[in-house]
């Protein structure tokens, strides 16, 4: 098969290291890739929310497969486009649908979704800018700490958390006033959640649904979870806490009955769903869905994975999940993520980077790399690397993750120390 992956980060890099392993692959591309994935499949130039030129190049190179990483190609519709075109129709899509990918496209839909067919979660309500005084008055009756969260697409980065009333109102009208664009031109307000995070996916085709093994990111910046959100600091998989008393609850309450609301209300889904759940006192309740694999989550929940991700993968296109074999080693996998001085705030980017090559005992995978003209690896994001380690346990593994971590090098490298810490 031919295959064309979509996206440049450490989730697409992963995704590409896997399928490079499967027997049925004939040739691999990604689009627009990085200087990881250059090692596992050819990159291709070309936008991951420029269609047409996608399409082109998949008629072109007889593609069979897409397999969309990151969200804002799903919600602008790319499976969509693929699906209503004849000549393009016959390619799988891993990536649901636009009515499907509103599930993180706008945090009101999902509300409602989770509402409509009795899934945990927290209590909100959504507000407008002319709706302000009534956001501020919402706001007087919630015990703090206050959650604003951007509608729409804000890169991981629309979620404001706050003990300050005052500081909430303030926050409230930054974003209604467009502080993240378009994605807050509403903004949801919602209950706080106490306790501690867990992600859980499950790949479905609409009728039946495999479920990964759980993992547990770091989103903040700074050591003890401080500080500003990223893209996500770190992973580890699986989640101690996560046994099965509490993955049965997980599946009962949550994984099914999201999969019956699809079905009962006509989403044909076939793809990735990511649970953001919050373990309050042993009961998940979800904080939000997302539409394809997390990211650094994927860096360790696909390298544990034994079966061959492609043959899943074609299994799912054809509607015939139910028939797929999937293995996880029982190993513990970690990953430690560089990432750029100064980010999530402004950084600079093309600093050479040095050590990849010479590093033990780790899998690296390019988050926001490329080359320059000497053809020299280089940074490109916030994000830079993340390396992924196994272990018998977390601490063994992390031990490798952070020696490796040591030696890589570029320009302002930074990294957390402490991922694991709350385990």
């Known amino acids: ?42 990159n291709v130039n070309i936008g991951v929310t420029d269609f047409e030129a996608l399409s082109k190049f998949a008629l072109e190179k007889e593609i069979d497969m897409l397999v969309v990483g990151p969200e804002a190609p799903l919600v602008e519709g790319v499976a969509d486009y693929f699906a209503e075109k004849q000549e393009l129709s016959h390619i799988k899509v891993i990536g649901p649908k636009k009515a499907g990918a509103e599930l993180e496209g706008s945090k009101d839909f999902c509300k409602q979704f989770m509402l409509k067919h009795g899934i945990p979660t927290a209590a909100a309500e959504s507000f407008t800018l002319a709706e302000l005084e009534a956001g501020y008055a919402f706001l007087e009756e919630q015990k703090p700490p206050y959650v604003l969260k951007a509608d729409g ?76 959100n990223t893209g996500g600091m770190g992973a580890i998989s699986p989640v101690p806490f996560a046994d099965d008393a509490f993955m049965k609850k997980i599946d009962e309450r949550i994984i099914k009955p999201t999969i019956e609301g699809l079905q009962k209300d006509n989403i044909d889904y076939t793809g990735f769903i990511f649970f953001g759940l919050m ?37 799912a296109g054809n509607k015939e999940l139910e028939k797929a074999v999937v293995e996880f080693t029982e190993e513990t996998a970690t990953t430690v993520m560089l990432v750029s001085g100064g980010y999530p705030e402004s950084y600079e980017k093309g600093k050479v980077m040095t050590g990849i090559g010479q590093v033990k005992d780790v899998i690296p995978f390019h ?39 040591k030696a890589v090098n570029f320009e302002k490298k930074y990294y957390r120390t402490d991922i694991g810490f709350d385990l």
């Open 1 to 42: 098969m031919n295959v064309l992956v979509l996206g440049s980060g450490g989730r697409e890099h992963t995704l590409a290291w896997k399928l490079a392993s499967s027997p049925k692959l004939t040739k691999l591309y990604v689009a627009p890739g990085n200087a990881g994935t250059a090692d596992v499949a050819e």
């Open 153 to 228: 697409l804000a890169a991981g980065k629309g979620v404001i958390i706050t003990e300050d009333l005052d500081q909430a109102k303030s926050d409230l009208k930054e974003m209604l006033e467009g502080k993240f664009g378009e994605a807050s031109n509403q903004v949801l307000i919602e209950q706080y959640l106490s306790g501690i995070e867990i992600s859980v996916f499950v790949l479905t085709d609409s009728k039946g649904y495999v479920t990964l093994p759980s993992a547990k990111d770091y989103k903040r910046i700074g050591e003890g979870d401080t500080g500003l």
């Open 279 to 315: 373990n309050c006192d042993g009961e998940p309740y979800v904080i939000e869905y997302n539409v394809r694999m997390g990211d650094p989550e994927t860096e360790v929940v696909i390298p544990r994975l034994k079966s061959d991700l492609l043959e899943i993968f074609e299994l």
């Open 367 to 405: 988050a926001g790399t490329t080359f320059n003209e000497a053809g020299e690896v280089v940074t490109a994001g916030g994000r830079v690397i993340a390396l992924t380690a196994f272990g018998k346990d977390k601490d063994e593994a992390l031990a490798k993750s952070f020696e490796a971590a």
